[in-house]
């Protein structure tokens, strides 16, 4: 019912910005919240930030407050992750993952994943 394509990972310098974008597509697109997470090598899986279909509620994780943006374009279904100061520990797979409600999104337990953009922060 939903497709999710994420794009703007690449390789980046320590401090500078990144802006993901994840597009959704399918009947249901534009009913779903939508989360970013990420996994690094080794370590488990963690949730960014997650915005409700209509944008108007957003959560945020501790450690991206400050730092991290999460945006939504209500007309075109695309959800974005705007990430300032990154460092070197950012690197990782970072996926965007949707399904009906914040709080789906915040047990870690969306129904629906992208295939994930790589995020590299060299030093």
């Known amino acids: 019912q939903v497709q999710l394509v994420e794009s703007g990972g690449g390789l980046v310098q320590a401090g500078e910005s990144l802006k993901l974008s994840c597009t959704a597509s399918?009947?249901?697109?534009?009913?779903?919240?939508v989360g970013w997470f990420r996994q690094s090598p080794g370590k488990e899986r963690e949730l960014i930030a997650a915005i409700n279909w209509n944008a108007e509620n957003s959560y945020y994780e501790d450690s991206a407050k400050g730092r991290c943006t999460i945006s939504r374009d209500t007309a075109k279904n695309i959800v974005y992750l705007q990430m300032n100061s990154l460092k070197p520990e950012d690197t990782a797979v970072y996926y965007c993952?949707?399904?009906?409600?914040?709080?789906?999104?915040?047990?870690?337990?969306?129904?629906?994943w992208g295939q994930g953009t790589q995020v590299t922060v060299a030093s």
């Open positions: 399918g009947r249901a697109a534009s009913s779903i919240a």
């Open positions: 993952a949707g399904d009906y409600g914040l709080g789906l999104i915040r047990s870690n337990r969306p129904d629906y």
